[in-house]
């Protein structure tokens, strides 16, 4: 499992120690002691949540989330060129990220790096230092997205340009092995000014491990793949698509905690789809379409970008570029369906990526073209945003990723 970021004092190790009273009184005049230090010790320095930060900067920063919402200053984790995605190994401290380039670029052609992560000691807090293991080209252009799966085995990089999809293995080490899989997808979609070709654009896998999802912006499809573990190839599904709205541009896509419901925020006509799936049958069911915007929502060159559920599973947010704010709604438990709570100001423009913190209670929005992250505190029982008034610079937000689980 991946290490806690949390900072521990040492002292806390000794705590392990049998601390009986009843046997030894002796034991707890040091119990209270030794609560008495860590009492001093700063909340932050013993709560504070790490994550990374990538985008269209010149690398990856590390920040921390304190208790109140504050966000330290980013620190340089790795320089590397384009890091516009990534996704953490679910077993190591180890981060996958895609350098969102075409194959053929000069200086940073496509590829996919793996790097470990490093807690360094500071006099002040804990700096993250990330090492690099390996990396792989990519035969595709533009790679936005990667998925791990929850054995830590495989990846799949999605390639926006290319409208392709990359299977890579992951060796026990954690280093990428040489692709196993490269689909392309061929079909033309209905917008021609933005679906003149495929763009795959996000992967995520099914609660069970064994299906692929893959959004498809350009051919107005929700793919199904099955992967082949022994060879590490995709095969089409029994049930190979879900076919989306004409025009409607399926971006990226977020699973519910139950595995039955999946939430498909559509890039360009400003929707967000509830899917059913069984995974069973190997199928995904339309149930229900709404608007991520509100009713009097004026204005052009709207796009919408990311959808996460609530760890709780009670709530579901979207983000809208042009109009700048994170739609929220509220989850009906039978059905699955959504029930619009609402709309927050990103507080910066075009609002690419957002990301919940573990435990559901705060929500960080990035805004790609102002250079900033807000942070927003989420209310348990409505699902609301409110502001903290903590914001910090980053150069071209577009992905954050916490290291805590």
Not at 44 to 69: C, R, T
Not at 163 to 183: K, L, M
Not at 387 to 392: F, L, N, V, Y
């Amino acid at each position: 499992m991946m290490v806690s970021a949390t900072v521990t004092h040492p002292l806390h190790r000794l705590t392990k120690i049998n601390m009986n009273p009843a046997k030894n009184p002796l034991r707890l005049i040091y119990a209270l002691a030794l609560g008495a230090i860590v009492g001093l010790l700063p909340t932050k320095a013993i709560m504070a949540q790490s994550f990374l930060i990538g985008g269209f900067g010149d690398g990856i920063y590390s920040s921390y989330l304190s208790p109140d919402g504050k966000m330290s200053e980013p620190l340089l984790a790795v320089k590397q060129s384009l890091p516009a995605f990534f996704a953490l190994h679910p077993k190591k401290d180890i981060v996958y990220a895609v350098t969102e380039s075409g194959r053929n670029d000069a200086k940073s052609p496509a590829a996919i790096t793996a790097y470990q992560i490093d807690r360094k000691e500071t006099p002040s807090a804990k700096a993250i230092v990330l090492t690099l293991l390996n990396s792989q080209r990519i035969d595709g252009d533009a790679p936005c997205h990667v998925s791990i799966d929850a054995t830590g085995e495989f990846l799949v990089v999605a390639n926006y340009t290319s409208g392709s999809v990359v299977v890579c293995p992951i060796a026990a080490d954690g280093t990428i092995q040489s692709p196993a899989c490269n689909v392309q997808h061929m079909v033309d979609g209905t917008n021609k000014q933005r679906q003149e070709k495929p763009h795959a654009h996000c992967s995520v896998w099914d609660p069970t491990n064994r299906y692929v999802f893959v959004s498809d912006l350009g051919l107005d499809k929700v793919f199904v793949y099955e992967l082949e573990r022994h060879s590490g190839k995709l095969v089409p599904g029994k049930h190979p698509s879900l076919t989306m709205t004409p025009g409607s541009g399926p971006r990226h896509i977020s699973i519910h905690p139950n595995g039955k419901w999946v939430y498909i925020v559509n890039e360009t006509n400003m929707t967000l789809t509830v899917a059913a799936w069984d995974a069973t049958s190997a199928e995904l069911t339309p149930v229900q379409t709404v608007s991520t915007l509100p009713a009097n929502a004026k204005g052009k060159n709207f796009s919408t970008a990311e959808v996460l559920v609530h760890p709780s599973g009670r709530f579901v947010y979207s983000s809208n570029r042009g109009h700048d704010t994170i739609a929220s709604f509220q989850v009906d438990e039978p059905s699955g369906k959504l029930i619009p709570i609402g709309h927050t100001s990103s507080q910066g423009k075009t609002p690419r990526n957002f990301r919940i913190s573990p435990k559901g209670d705060f929500l960080l929005a990035e805004n790609q073209q102002s250079n900033s992250i807000f942070s927003f505190q989420i209310d348990a029982k409505s699902g609301e945003l409110t502001s903290t008034g903590s914001s910090i610079f980053a150069k071209a937000p577009a992905c954050i990723k916490f290291l805590d689980r």
